[in-house]
């Protein structure tokens, strides 16, 4: 007569092994960040300074660049 115990162990041993390998796939890779975007502003400004009849006139043109970057 066949002992029911030896079937067991090989079956519970087989469940254990495909439980192992029937693991969730692993997570999609993370997307890499936008890359940086670069904004840049341009300021002029003109300055005129003195009485062009009595001590001359003087203009001064001022040209500010400033830039982000986030």
Avoid at 41 to 59: C, I, K, R
Wanted: proline letters at 17%; one cysteine or more.
């Amino acid at each position: 007569m066949n002992n029911p115990g030896k079937r067991v162990l090989p079956l519970a041993f087989l469940a254990v092994l495909l439980a192992g390998c029937a693991s969730p796939p692993p997570p999609a890779p993370v997307a890499p960040p936008p890359p940086p975007e670069r904004r840049c502003e341009v300021l002029e400004n003109t300055e005129v300074a003195g009485d062009m009849y009595v001590d001359g006139q003087v203009t001064r043109h001022i040209t500010t660049t400033r830039c982000i970057t986030q």
